[in-house]
């Protein structure tokens, strides 16, 4: 957990940067597509922040329930991200 902690951090203050510079970007007004790849490259980088985040939480938080005959309550917790995950905008 302290591993996951600290690389989480280190990442959200790359994340932090790369949001900066955006945001510059479009101060700036940046070419359109130098202002989307940014942003993309972010929404990459803080789902490798979800990854590993979710890695961590199964390995401990789930397998603790699961352990301890809590399932039903490691699969709600799943489901609804799964379903937070998977929402779609109209």
């Known amino acids: 957990m302290k591993d996951t902690k600290s690389r989480s951090i280190h990442r959200l203050k790359i994340i932090k940067g790369q949001i900066e510079g955006l945001e510059k970007q479009i101060e700036n007004d940046a070419y359109?597509?130098?202002?989307?790849?940014?942003?993309?490259?972010?929404?990459?980088?803080?789902?490798?922040?979800?990854?590993?985040?979710?890695?961590?939480h199964l390995r401990t938080h789930v397998a603790h329930?699961?352990?301890?005959?809590?399932?039903?309550?490691?699969?709600?917790?799943?489901?609804?991200?799964y379903e937070l995950?998977?929402?779609?905008?109209k």
Do not use: F, P, W, Y
């Open 65 to 81: 329930m699961m352990a301890h005959g809590d399932a039903e309550k490691a699969v709600a917790e799943l489901t609804q991200l």
């Open 85 to 89: 995950n998977n929402i779609r905008g």
């Open 32 to 56: 359109c597509m130098d202002i989307l790849t940014q942003s993309l490259a972010i929404q990459k980088s803080l789902a490798s922040l979800n990854k590993m985040v979710l890695e961590n």
